[in-house]
């Protein structure tokens, strides 16, 4: 099973970046997945966090997860760096949301894979929102897919189709644009300190 | 004392009355009943329009309160504008 | 088709797929998502059911029990205060036999104020006279409100499904939504001999005697009870269409357990892990799901259990002053056996607190070690 752990704002699309993971998974036929808010009260702006499971056979957790396999930073405002860490496997991975390269950041989180992705500049190419507040979590799935080999371009495409109620061509293009960025670095991407 | 001595299957589920609720004639429960001054009347309607048992009849322009179902709550009394309607004791029926 | 569905949507679904006549309801964390997406639905045109607007849940029931009396299948949603705003309704529509299934989201009573989840909003209305129905998952959600009709409307008792704030409501996972014709063949279309002909005068639960009054009661208690066998033909009959099974209970790995975890709701399934976990470990641990709490499957339990076995009740409730409330229940329904299992009742999860695999297996340890205390509830916590 993989644990995957957001970390956003109220109104980025956290919850609904967990919720897309969970469609590509089934659209992929790899097998089950579970999609889990941090509840409470929802606020714009607000640190929120967000969880999801992905595993070959049924899920029975229903908690939620305290020590993730992948921790996924939307925003990196919204998460300090020890609370990224937070119970984060040793030797797991760090997907981050950031025109920072990966290399420079991975000291920030030693013991950790770290995976740069430009989300913001995506989206905001793809018209998703505005500076103040862009709309990443369709690039973010893309890197996702890219990064853990949870999916291929054509089920993330259908699964985004069939995800996103507005913009749907703006979102793909999005997504696979955050694919390639991450399929074409993979070897260097995930730098082991 | 002997147990309760019934079927369920042959117990109808819910009581249900072949009578019609209006043949209940709750009227019977008032002590004190309203008078209207129909020389005082506006026409407004407003006693109609708050009658809890909605028994004031305006289709005549002046209201006819249905004595069968009022209850003398007074309402009417203390909504009317005019101040037409005097509450009186009911007389022994 | 599978679809990733939040908790709440996988019971709107089921809602329409029973093609429900009328919706009644007011908005209240974290039911609203039902009758949002009911209400997008009818939007769209998917959903043909009307739509009633209230000013109260009390309301809300109200209209659901005039719209029930002449014959229309009727749903309503809530939770937590909500619910306890209805109470009174509660009473009156199961002793007027109106077969509606509402959802309660289980969201802890307040005060202080709180969101999160735990079962005393719904177990607080034990003595309504209504069935109630604990989910574990999404797929029970959608399958549990089909199933509720039909049991519903075979013995004439409202039914509550009933599932855990935020950790089924607002969670998301593939849930097999089935087609409409299965539906339709395993929820034919309500006909209520009793339903109010408007071209009749008639009068519906106007004033009895005592006498009418306490058979009228009797009635209702021999329907509740025959509901169990009605529920465990229907859960026959829905796997026959849709190929999953439902019980009143169901046991997981007990055939040989020592100790056996008692659960309802999302933690049941969360408890199956921490079984496989100590099963791994070597222990003879098994999981007693409770799906039925009325009518409360008590002959079922009796059966099931066997003396020398450990029962550790897990109750996300509370009866202040007394104890868990399914554990008091499971105690009451054990009595009349000559040799009866040492049942531990355990508190946990209060107010949304996670039920963590962790937590599961040191409540199994303590009551199978015998180092709970059996006559008093424990208190247990996930630290974290």
Known sequence: MLELRFHGRGGQGTVLAAKMLADVVLRSGKGECMAIPEFGVERRGAPVLAYARISDGPILLRTRIYEPDVVVVMDTAAAPSERVMDGLKPGGTILVNTEHDSAELAKTWPGFKVIAVPARQIALKHGLGTPAAPVLNTAVIGALCAALDIAGEEDLEAAIRGAVPIKIEENIAAALEAFAFIAERRPHAATRV | MPRLAFDPEKTAPILISGRSMAENKTGIWRSIRPQIDKEKCTHCMVCWKYCPEACVDIASGIPEINMGYCKGCAICADVCPADCVEMVEEVAR | ?384
């Open chain 3, 1 to 384: 088709m599978r679809k990733v569905l939040m908790g709440n949507h996988a019971a709107a679904v089921g809602v329409k797929l029973a093609r429900t006549d009328v919706v009644s309801a007011y908005p209240i964390t974290p039911q609203t998502q039902i009758i949002e997406m009911l209400n997008d639905l009818g939007e769209s045109g998917q959903f043909t059911g009307r739509f009633i607007k209230v000013e109260s849940e009390h309301s809300a029931m109200a209209a659901c029990l005039g719209s029930a009396t002449v014959g229309a299948r009727s749903f309503t949603a809530t939770s937590s205060q909500g619910l306890a705003y209805m109470h009174e309704m509660l009473h009156w529509v199961s002793g007027a036999r109106l077969p509606i299934v509402m959802v309660d989201v289980n969201r802890a009573m307040g005060a202080p104020w709180i969101l999160w989840t735990d079962q005393t909003d719904s177990l607080s209305q034990r003595d309504t006279g209504w069935m109630q129905f604990y989910c574990s998952s999404n797929q029970e959600i959608l399958d549990s409100v089909l199933m509720a009709y039909r049991v519903a409307e075979q013995v004439l008792i409202p039914a509550m499904v009933v599932y855990d704030g935020f950790t089924l409501s607002h969670t998301y996972e593939p849930v097999d939504v089935p087609d409409q014709k299965l539906v339709d063949e395993f929820l034919p279309k309500l006909e209520n001999a009793y339903a109010l002909r408007p071209d009749t005068a008639e009068a519906f639960s106007a004033l009895p005697s005592p006498k009418e009054y306490y058979r009228l009661k009797a009635r209702l208690d021999h329907d509740m009870t025959r509901a169990l066998g009605v529920f465990e033909e229907a859960g026959k009959r829905f796997e026959e269409i849709f190929g999953r099974r439902y019980r009143l209970i169901e046991p997981y790995r007990c055939e040989d357990a020592d100790t056996i975890l008692v659960v309802s709701g999302a933690p049941a399934s969360t408890a199956q892990a921490a079984v496989d976990d100590l099963r791994k470990q070597g222990c003879r641990a098994g999981l007693l799901k409770m799906r039925a709490f009325r009518p409360f499957p008590a002959e079922a339990l009796r059966d099931f259990v066997r003396p020398g076995t450990r029962l550790a009740v897990v109750d996300r409730n509370y009866s202040q002053g007394h104890h868990g409330i399914f554990c008091e229940e499971i105690k009451s329904a054990l009595f009349p056996l000559k040799s009866r299992p040492e049942v531990y009742g355990f508190i946990a999860g209060l107010g949304g607190g996670d039920i963590t695999p962790e937590l599961l297996k040191e409540i199994w340890k303590e009551a199978d070690e015998g180092r709970a205390d059996a006559s008093t509830a424990n208190w247990m916590e996930d630290a974290r």
